[in-house]
């Protein structure tokens, strides 16, 4: 696998695939890197000739510094699991490469979906994330990026970036994989201890039992019961419990007002934050 450090080599690298008509896959990622990540690196192994991930943690995305310093970092062990999975080449730029000192997040109206959920809980989030995803997409020039649907709102965010800025770039949402006790991947979980994340269960089965709860209970009985049964377990503390539509992600009223709901939720674990949804 070609470790890539500079935007120049990069481009090299990425003219002259697209001069031999070799079809690109992306997989970007901010590193610490799971089975989660290595699947979507295999769906674009199989699609693409060429596949090309990135490591960068993303300054502006983490709109609390404390998060940022203590977000995992592990590159020597992500090179060798890229390196077993067949990725053909890893851009893992320095922050100076990526940024100059005074850079400005992307202008570009997100709607909506700034405002629910992750947009309203984490402010300057997305805009945050539109901006390195802009960046690099304009570099690598994918065919087809993928990105995991753990993120659920970051993919239709990028999604709507993408469709404006980028409309020849195929965007390709992955299913989420999980633990053996249903814990959604995430790189965060290197951060919770083990009776933590044994305990982190509850989120998987709370969401599920919202599924048997669909059209039986309100929707806002549905969601005060889901979050009663994550706080439950300690050290759990809900942020948001949302059902919304999965194709807008407007938060439901009543349940006939969409055909595909789906539940989101952010829960804290002491100061790791974790998130996760599912159709229902
Ligand atoms: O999902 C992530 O890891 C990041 O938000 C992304 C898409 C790589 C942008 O920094």
Known sequence: MKLIKDIHSLSQIVSSKKHEHINIGFVPTMGALHEGHISLIKQSLLENDFTIASIFVNPLQFNNPDD???????????????????????????????YSGDEQPLQFDLGNLANIMEGKF???????????????????????????????????????????????????????????????????????????????????????????????????????????????????????????????????????DTQSARIFVAVFANDVRLIDNAAL
């Open 122 to 256: 984490r402010p300057g989030h997305f805009a945050g994330v539109i901006t390195i995803v802009h960046k690099l997409f304009s570099w690598v020039k994918p065919d087809v990026a993928y990105f995991g649907e753990k993120d659920f709102q970051q993919l239709a965010v990028i999604r709507k970036m993408a469709k404006a800025l980028h409309p020849n770039i195929i965007v390709t949402g992955c299913p989420t994989l999980r633990e053996p006790n249903g814990l959604a991947m995430s790189s965060r979980n290197v951060r919770l201890n083990k009776t933590v994340r044994h305990n982190a269960s509850i989120i998987y089965k709370a969401m599920q039992h919202a599924r048997q709860l669909k059209n039986v209970l309100p929707v806002y009985e549905v969601c005060s019961k889901v979050r009663s049964m994550i706080e439950e377990v300690a050290p759990f503390k809900v942020e948001y419990i949302e059902i919304a539509d999965a194709v807008n992600l407007q938060p439901l009223q009543q349940w006939s």
């Open 68 to 98: 940022l310093k203590k977000y995992p970092r592990a590159l020597d062990s992500d090179m060798q699991m890229l390196e077993s999975a067949g990725c053909n080449a890893l851009f893992a730029p320095e922050t100076s490469e990526v």
